[in-house]
């Protein structure tokens, strides 16, 4: 395309539709999928959606102690977190492609 010359219209709008295609089938694609993280050595592993969801849970018998509940919320929140990182670079890896080109210069118009 020339400096001056008027964008195609139907082209930026197909890109666009296509994009929002692609955008909808990498959402659906997180929802669906689910990753899992550890604390204390793999005694508790959380596992979530790529949305971030919390949708399972297993704790090592060896590390529920009556004396010592707060070591245990610990490990919970620890591989929770680590579940959550993971959640947040599945979503990167999937939609980062995408994102970038949701900018008006990924439509290819002229000058932005």
Do not use: F, Y
Not at 25 to 33: D, F, G, P, S
Not at 41 to 59: F, P, Q, R, S
Not at 81 to 93: G, P, S, V
């Amino acid at each position: 395309m020339n400096p001056g010359d008027a964008p195609d219209m139907q082209a930026i709008l197909q890109q666009a539709q296509q994009m929002q295609a692609q955008l909808m089938a990498a959402q659906e694609e997180l929802a669906q999928a689910q990753v899992s993280g550890q604390a204390g050595g793999g005694l508790v592993t959380a596992t979530v959606t790529g949305a971030g969801e919390l949708v399972g849970l297993t704790i090592d018998p060896k590390v529920v102690d009556p004396e010592d509940v707060d070591t245990l919320a610990d490990l919970v929140i620890g591989a929770v977190a680590d579940a959550n990182r993971a959640a947040q670079t599945l979503a990167a890896e999937k939609m980062g492609p995408l994102a970038g080109g949701m900018g008006a210069g990924g439509l290819g118009l002229p000058g932005l």
